[in-house]
């Protein structure tokens, strides 16, 4: 399968042809478009997307952004003590987007050999270091029984599977309620069922992702929050009280897309 990738100064996005109109894939985290935004972090491994930009802040002296700005330049990238060039930083930004669409798709994209040398070599590793090697393979069901017959020599070593139930609504309206909690937004306003009716409107959808598709669902609704705060007739009636109370015309996110 062939698919569209466009790496974009703030946000990054892929794509694929379908029925003569183009698709857009969701990243691992539910979403259509991918911050473009790398997190250089202490073990040596990196973080893109969402998870860097919510850090970016804390972790500003170790994030790259806007490094589409830099490509084709002699641009010196120094995080944690080693340099990158822009191409260098961009091309982390692409391998997530290649992988999150491999993974959405459950296909071999065209000129991806990334994966099958991965495969190869773990196979290997695994006959090779069998006596002294654990190896866990994790994902939804659909996918890992795909990843499962790109290789025969897989299935005969996985010796054992374990499926974990999906959280019910009533899990996952609690994993909302703990998530604003530790947000430190006040939700006392706002129902349960107010509360598990939004959940169920969108916990069916094929990318929504259990207790990720929650935690993407808080974040909307933080950003409809913020923009009604910032609305010109708001202005001045916002207290302390307000800029962490979720209200229920913050679950009005219809057409957030981010």
Do not use: W
């Not at 700005?69 to 995080?79: A, F, K, L, V």
């Not at 866990?136 to 499926?163: C, H, W």
């Not at 094929?206 to 708001?234: E, Q, S, W």
Request: hydrophobic residues 35%.
């Amino acid at each position: 399968m062939k698919i569209g990738i466009d790496l974009g100064t703030t946000y990054s996005a892929a794509a694929y042809i379908k029925d003569g109109k183009p698709q857009p894939i969701a990243n691992s985290e539910g979403e259509n478009t991918t911050p473009s935004v790398v997190l250089f972090e202490d073990d040596g491994s990196v973080t893109v997307g969402s998870d860097a930009k919510e850090r970016a802040l804390i972790e500003l002296k170790n994030t790259v952004s806007t490094v589409k700005n830099h490509m084709g330049t002699p641009t010196e990238i120094i995080r944690r003590g080693k340099k990158y060039s822009p191409e260098d930083v961009s091309s982390m930004i692409l391998k997530k987007i290649l992988q999150d669409s491999r993974s959405a798709l459950g296909e071999q994209i065209d000129g991806d050999t990334f994966g099958m040398e991965a495969v190869n070599t773990l196979v290997s590793e695994m006959e090779n270091n069998r006596d002294n090697l654990v190896v866990i393979l994790a994902g939804y069901s659909r996918e890992m029984q795909k990843f499962i017959d790109t290789n025969p020599g897989i299935r005969s070593r996985v010796s054992r599977v374990i499926e974990f139930e999906d959280y019910t609504l009533e899990n996952m309206t609690d994993i909302f309620a703990l998530t604003m909690e530790r947000k430190g937004y006040d939700i006392s306003g706002l129902s349960r069922e107010q509360v598990s009716g939004l959940i169920d409107q969108y916990c069916h959808e094929k990318d929504f992702g259990n207790g990720r598709g929650v935690r993407n669902l808080c974040d909307k609704i933080i950003r409809r929050h913020d923009n009604r705060l910032a609305a010109p007739d708001n202005l001045e009636k916002i207290d302390d009280r307000a800029f962490l109370t979720i209200t229920a015309e913050d679950l009005n996110i219809t057409g957030d897309s981010n």
